[in-house]
C-alpha cells in the first residue's frame, strides 16, 4: 500500500527553444525561462546552433525528443516551412515560420513577429491600426511579418521604403497578392520626407542595430503630423537615434523590445495554453540586455 504521504516525482521536462546560426546573443530563453519558473511550470527553452544544412535533422530531433514547440531565427524562418506538417494561415501570408507548435504529433508553423508588433501597438502605443497610413522602412523578414499584420488588422494603405528596388518590388507584389493590401513602394535614393497623412512609421530596417547604434534611416519627419506615431523593430539598442529624434519633436514612440517581449507573450501562450506573465518577461530582458 501507498504511504499517504508519498509524492508522485516527475523529473521530466518539458522542451522548447530555439534554432539559429548564429543564436548565442539570442536573449528569447532568458525571457521564457523565467517566465517558465513564474508560472510554477517545469519547462526548459534550449538556444541551440543549427547550421543550415542541419535544419532537417534538427526537425527530426524536435519530433523525437517530443519538444512542445521550437522558435526559428536566422538563417531558417522559410526552409524550415517544408518539414512542418501545417503552416497556419499568417504564417502562409507572410511567407515565413517564427514558431512551431506541436499538436498531438503534428508540428504547426506560426509568426508571432507581426503579431507581437500588433499587440505591442495596441497595448504599449494604445494605437489601433485599423483604418490607418502607414510608412515601412525595409522589405526583409521583419518588415514582411508587420506589414502582413497590419494589413490583416485593417490598415488601408501602406507605403514601402526600401534601398533595393528589386527585393522592395518583390514583397509588395507578394504582399499585394496574399493581403489584397493597398500597398506601393517607394525607391531610397534620397532622404525619403515622411507624409503628413502617415498615421504611422516603422523602421523594419536593421539601421541602428548594435554595433552600428549612432546609424539614422535617411528620412525626413518635418512634413510629418505631431501624432504621427514611430516605431522601431530594433531591440539593442532599444533607444535609436530615430526613436531619440521623434521624441524630441514631440512624436509619440514604441521601441523594438515590445515587440521582442510581446511575440515570446504569444509563444508562451501557443505553448502552454496559458496566460503570460507579461510583466516578468518583460523585466528577465530588460536585465539580460543589461537596462533594469
Ligand atoms: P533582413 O536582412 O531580412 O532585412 C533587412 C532590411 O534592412 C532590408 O530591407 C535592407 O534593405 C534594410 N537595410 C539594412 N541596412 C540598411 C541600410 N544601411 N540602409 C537602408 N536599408 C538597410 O532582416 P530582418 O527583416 O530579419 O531584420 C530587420 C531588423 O528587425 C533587425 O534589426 C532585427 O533584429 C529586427 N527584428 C526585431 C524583432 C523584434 O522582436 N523586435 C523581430 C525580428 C527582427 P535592402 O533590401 O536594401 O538590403
Same mark, same amino acid.
Given at each position: 500500500m501507498m504511504a499517504e504521504n508519498y509524492m508522485a516525482v516527475n523529473y521530466r521536462a518539458e522542451l522548447v527553444g530555439v534554432l539559429g &546560426?548564429?543564436?548565442?546573443? $539570442?536573449p528569447t530563453g532568458v525571457m521564457q525561462e523565467a517566465a517558465f519558473r513564474a508560472a510554477g511550470l517545469n519547462w526548459r527553452y534550449l538556444t541551440i546552433q543549427v547550421k543550415p544544412d542541419d535544419l532537417a535533422d534538427a526537425i527530426r530531433g524536435v519530433r523525437a525528443f517530443g519538444m512542445r514547440g521550437i522558435n526559428l531565427t536566422i538563417p531558417h524562418k522559410v526552409e524550415v516551412m517544408q518539414y512542418l506538417d501545417e503552416i497556419a494561415p499568417d504564417a502562409q501570408k507572410i511567407g515565413a515560420v517564427n514558431t512551431v507548435r506541436r499538436v498531438g504529433d503534428q508540428l504547426v508553423g506560426e509568426n508571432t513577429d507581426g503579431k507581437g508588433f500588433l499587440r505591442g501597438l495596441q497595448? &504599449? +502605443?494604445?494605437? $489601433? @491600426? +485599423?483604418g490607418k497610413r502607414v510608412v515601412i522602412l525595409g522589405a526583409g523578414g521583419a518588415a514582411r511579418a508587420v506589414s502582413t499584420e497590419l494589413v490583416l488588422a485593417g490598415a488601408t494603405e501602406l507605403i514601402i521604403v526600401n534601398r533595393t528596388h528589386s527585393r522592395g518590388e518583390q514583397m509588395v507584389n507578394d504582399v499585394r497578392q496574399r493581403t489584397g493590401a493597398a500597398i506601393s513602394l517607394v525607391p531610397w535614393n534620397e532622404t525619403f520626407v515622411v507624409p503628413p497623412e502617415a498615421d504611422l512609421l516603422v523602421n523594419?530596417? *536593421?539601421?541602428?542595430?548594435? @554595433?552600428?547604434?549612432d546609424d539614422m534611416p535617411d528620412? *525626413?519627419?518635418? !512634413?510629418? !503630423?505631431?501624432d504621427l506615431l514611430v516605431s522601431d523593430?530594433?531591440? $539593442?539598442?532599444?533607444?535609436t537615434p530615430l526613436l531619440r529624434a521623434a521624441r524630441e519633436r514631440g512624436h509619440p514612440t514604441l521601441d523594438g523590445l515590445s515587440m521582442l517581449v510581446y511575440q515570446g507573450v504569444i509563444g508562451f501562450e501557443l505553448w502552454t495554453g496559458r496566460d503570460a506573465p507579461e510583466a516578468v518577461m518583460k523585466e528577465a530582458l530588460k536585465q539580460a540586455l543589461g537596462l533594469a
Open positions: &546560426d548564429p543564436v548565442a546573443e $539570442n497595448v &504599449d +502605443a494604445k494605437f $489601433n @491600426p +485599423a523594419a530596417t *536593421s539601421i541602428g542595430l548594435y @554595433p552600428h547604434g528620412i *525626413s519627419l518635418e !512634413r510629418a !503630423r505631431p523593430v530594433v531591440f $539593442n539598442p532599444p533607444e
